[in-house]
């Protein structure tokens, strides 16, 4: 399985992104997509994930209802729509990926930088 990332950039405060993640494999039906973040001296930090098969989501408190995941299935494609940002929302947006049996996320994208301007 491979991921790759776009749709990062420059935003002002209150703006909107959308990062988008192709994924490639030949059935995605057992996968958990997800996305993390990651800034500077900090450890990589959940942001949302999504069970590719049901639809199913998880946020982290921090993006509630401001950040929307979502998958295009023909697609093989997973989007992160991000609302209403914020500056403390700058960082480095990696897609990840892992099979339903693992516990950790073992499948990287390369990641895409996200800069909120105040």
């Known amino acids: 399985v491979q991921l790759v990332e776009s749709g990062g950039g420059l935003v002002q405060t209150g703006g909107s992104l959308r990062l988008s993640c192709a994924a490639s494999?030949?059935?995605?039906?057992?996968?958990?997509l997800g996305w993390f973040r990651q800034t500077p001296g900090k450890e990589r930090e959940f942001v949302a994930s999504i069970r590719w098969s049901v639809g199913v989501t998880s946020y982290a408190d921090s993006v509630k209802g401001r950040f929307t995941i979502s998958r295009d299935y023909a697609r093989r494609t997973m989007y992160l729509q991000m609302n209403s940002l914020r500056p403390e929302d700058t960082a480095v947006y990696y897609c990840?990926?892992?099979?339903?049996?693992?516990?950790?996320?073992?499948?990287w994208g390369q990641g895409t930088q996200v800069t909120v301007s105040s």
């Open positions: 990840a990926g892992r099979y339903f049996t693992q516990s950790s996320w073992n499948i």
């Open positions: 494999a030949p059935n995605f039906s057992g996968y958990f």
